[in-house]
């Protein structure tokens, strides 16, 4: 199993950035991605999770209304559109993967990427 994020980088106060994590390896339609997020000295942060099956989204108090996640069942990719970006946000984002949003959520998932720095720059 595989997860790859991608979309990362340098942003101004107030951009945008789209986030994309490209899974293999294993039956993506049942799986559930979730996002993290890890500030240095701060703990993991869980920032949203989907549905591949169902498309049930569950977001953190700092991701609603700024993030938004999606999926394309067909690339076997879940997309993290974050809008409004502060200096707040940066961080290295990761994806995880499992059966549901109940394990990945907690940070409990099975899988994951190995992160992506966003930076945003005031």
């Known amino acids: 199993v595989q997860l790859v994020e991608s979309g990362g980088g340098l942003v101004q106060d107030g951009g945008s950035l789209r986030l994309s994590c490209t899974a293999s390896g294993l039956p993506f339609g049942d799986y559930s991605i979730g996002w993290f997020r890890q500030a240095p000295g701060k703990r993991r942060e869980e920032v949203s999770c989907i549905s591949a099956s169902n498309g049930w989204t569950e977001y953190s108090g700092s991701a609603k209304g700024r993030f938004t996640t999606s999926i394309d069942t067909a690339k076997s990719t879940v997309y993290l559109e974050m809008n409004n970006l502060k200096s707040d946000d940066s961080a290295m984002y990761y994806c995880?993967?499992?059966?549901?949003?109940?394990?990945?959520?907690?940070?409990?998932?099975?899988?994951w990427g190995r992160g992506i720095q966003v930076t945003v720059s005031s």
């Open positions: 995880s993967a499992d059966r549901t949003c109940m394990r990945v959520f907690p940070g409990r998932g099975s899988y």
